[in-house]
Every structure is written in structure tokens, then in C-alpha cells.
């Protein structure tokens, strides 16, 4: 898969449900820095809105793109500041 942005790093939260991966999404992005870009691996379907839902109210973050292949979910998540 071609992204149109660089990836600072990796989360794999495949096996985990509700309400990890998100918990874990938070954690990591705490660590980033501004303009870094979260890639999460997850194999929870509801992580597609669950991570789109935290991303949309919650400032300092982007949720940049989401996919589904392989049975894994794919969520791309840049810290705005």
C-alpha cells in the first residue's frame, strides 16, 4: 500500500477489542511528536470508528486515512501538535 505521508511508527493492537486499540492509539500518539504519523494495526472491525470517533474529538490529532485488507484494519494517525 502507497500512503502519501512517512510513517514515524507502528502500533500492532491486532487481538485486541474495545476499548484497546484506541487506549493504545492514545498512549502512542502521547509519545509522538507534532507532525509524526501513528500507524495502527488492529483486527477489531469496530476500531474503524472507534479510532475515526476518537480522532474527530480529540484535539491534536488527524485521522489521515483507514483501510481493510487481510483481515487487518489499518488506521493512520498524524499528532497535529
Given at each position: 500500500m502507497s500512503t502519501e505521508f512517512d510513517i514515524?511508527?507502528?502500533?500492532?493492537?491486532?487481538?485486541?477489542?474495545?476499548?484497546m486499540p484506541v487506549v493504545k492509539t492514545k498512549s502512542a500518539i502521547d509519545d509522538l511528536a507534532g507532525g509524526d504519523v501513528l500507524?495502527?494495526?488492529?483486527?477489531?472491525?469496530g476500531s474503524m470508528s472507534d479510532i475515526e470517533g476518537w480522532?474527530?474529538?480529540?484535539?491534536?490529532?488527524?485521522?489521515?486515512?483507514?483501510s481493510e485488507g487481510d483481515d487487518v484494519y489499518?488506521?493512520?494517525?498524524?499528532?497535529?501538535e
Open positions: 514515524t511508527e507502528t502500533l500492532d493492537v491486532k487481538g485486541a477489542s474495545c476499548p500507524e495502527v494495526l488492529a483486527t477489531d472491525a480522532a474527530a474529538g480529540t484535539e491534536g490529532v488527524e485521522l489521515l486515512d483507514q489499518r488506521h493512520y494517525v498524524r499528532k497535529t
